[in-house]
T-cell receptor
């Protein structure tokens, strides 16, 4: 595997379900991100982890719970979601703390539908 | 707060040149980057400007004017495959985090 992978690619869940999204980066990066992208809308940054510590939480509802067990893996735990949470959830990684720009590498995303 | 403005839609014909502008107001500024996203795909990095001036990468060029809080992405010799959304993003800290604009949907017509 190379780059950033995400599983599952598609997920349909009911409002009472609990599910988790998984992201794995094979680039040796030290920062990982979760974004939400709704139809025809911009990327909304949800969480940032740098060196496995959460450094940003952009007022995301508590029904979204991130977990970063190590620098290569990032999870987004979902519970009691609402239909408006249906969106494409993108994971990204980058290398922080070095000079110059460290571009973000994105995974393919998980297309989530909440019924 | 952070705000970035870019046109929502641009249409051009194959072979033409198109410029997508981005103006920003951010509390900090380390650089402006551009990403391309095809429908149903993930964003991919195109370019980054930290200093004023033009950066050229093949058919794509990116320009920055820090004094004007303005930048643009220039796409030359447009091809059908260039039809996509283009996002500008400001790196506002000395970390990898960036704030993204709303995106510009480019449609290339034959």
């Amino acid at each position: 595997e190379t780059g950033v992978t995400q599983t599952p690619r598609h997920l349909v869940m009911g409002m009472t379900n609990k599910k988790s999204l998984k992201c794995e980066q094979h680039l040796g990066h030290n920062a990982m991100y979760w974004y939400k992208q709704s139809a025809k809308k911009p990327l909304e940054l949800m969480f940032v982890y740098s060196l496995e510590e959460r450094v940003e939480n952009n007022s995301v509802p508590s029904r979204f719970s991130p977990e970063c067990p190590n620098s290569s893996h990032l999870f987004l735990h979902l519970h009691t979601l609402q239909p408006e949470d249906s969106a494409l959830y993108l994971c990204a990684s980058s290398q922080d703390g070095t000079s110059g720009y460290n571009e973000q590498f994105f995974g393919p995303g998980t297309r989530l539908t909440v019924l | 707060g952070q705000s970035l403005e870019q046109p929502s839609e641009v249409t051009a014909v194959e072979g033409a040149i198109v410029q997508i502008n981005c103006t920003y107001q951010t509390s900090g500024f380390y650089g402006l980057s551009w990403y391309q996203q095809h429908d149903g795909g993930a964003p991919t990095f195109l370019s980054y400007n930290a200093l004023d001036g033009l950066e050229e990468t093949g058919r794509f060029s990116s320009f920055l004017s820090r004094s004007d809080s303005y930048g643009y992405l220039l796409l030359q010799e447009l091809q059908m495959k260039d039809s996509a959304s283009y996002f500008c993003a400001v790196r506002d800290t000395n970390a990898g985090k960036s704030t993204f604009g709303d995106g510009t949907t480019l449609t290339v017509k034959p």
